[in-house]
């Protein structure tokens, strides 16, 4: 059992215990669920760096990145560098994350938010739209192509954008469906946690040019970008490198002027 089966095992325990403590009905009357939601597909089309930053303390692959800092100031630092939106991870017990870094992230910046987490029921979208998220990820390995179909369609009912995340060529082809904004490659094996970036170059050419593409893992240096934008990327999904220092907005900021001299 690898250590994605593990989450998604645990994950359904989790979501079990909060749909019978918190009804939907709780979620919909949340202020923020009315709120207008900002597309980070049409951020990233007219970006020239396509930065998506990440909010993450931990790592199965990683262990500890970074416990030392505020959401608050690392959603602050990240606006200010100039991303196009930032990734925050939810899910407790692997990341270390919380549905209230979305909520706090949310009241301190005017970026696209991604809900990074492990979606496999439609009441984790509902807690994404109330706890301010604009961006839903939806991991293939671990979806149907029944479930991706209906948690996309959802989402866009709720308007949602939503990444969907391929590793490979046949999970692609399972995937591909008009009510997908973007499409991120994860250049991580996840039998071996090998990161190699020819992952999302050999997709490439396989993804249909009606979806964004974004690349995600293994992104630390700008040399990466500029070899992935020939082959159409426009998004570029960056975890550890930032959130490893002590100032990630500040780090950002210094990778987003380098990448664009």
Do not use: W
């Amino acid at each position: 059992m690898n250590i994605l089966d593990k989450i998604v095992i645990d994950k359904r325990k989790e979501v079990d215990l909060k749909k019978s403590l918190i009804p939907v009905s709780q979620l919909e009357q949340l202020v923020l669920f009315e709120r207008q939601t900002i597309s980070l597909s049409n951020k990233l089309k007219n970006s020239t760096s396509g930065i998506i930053a990440e909010h993450k303390r931990r790592s199965p692959s990683k262990s500890t990145i970074n416990q030392n800092l505020n959401v608050q100031d690392v959603a602050r630092g990240y606006e200010n560098a100039g991303v196009c939106g930032m990734s925050v991870l939810t899910d407790l017990k692997y990341f270390g994350g919380a549905l209230d870094d979305l909520l706090l992230a949310r009241a301190s910046c005017n970026l696209p938010l991604l809900r990074k987490e492990f979606i496999i029921d439609e009441y984790q979208l509902l807690e994404a739209k109330a706890h301010g998220a604009d961006v839903i990820l939806l991991i293939a390995t671990i979806l149907t192509r029944e479930e991706i179909k209906q948690f996309s369609e959802f989402a866009k009912s709720l308007n949602l954008d939503v990444l969907l995340e391929v590793h490979n060529e046949e999970e692609l082809h399972k995937s591909v469906m008009p009510s997908l904004d973007m499409l991120g490659v994860n250049n991580r094996n996840l039998k071996t946690f090998d990161v190699s970036i020819e992952t999302s170059k050999k997709l490439s050419e396989i993804i249909p040019n009606d979806f964004v593409k974004v690349s995600e893992s293994g992104i630390s240096n700008i040399e990466a970008i500029k070899e992935l934008q020939p082959y159409g990327y426009k998004g570029f999904l960056i975890g550890e490198n930032f959130m490893k220092t002590d100032n990630p907005g500040e780090s950002a900021k210094a990778f987003i002027k380098e990448l664009n001299k």
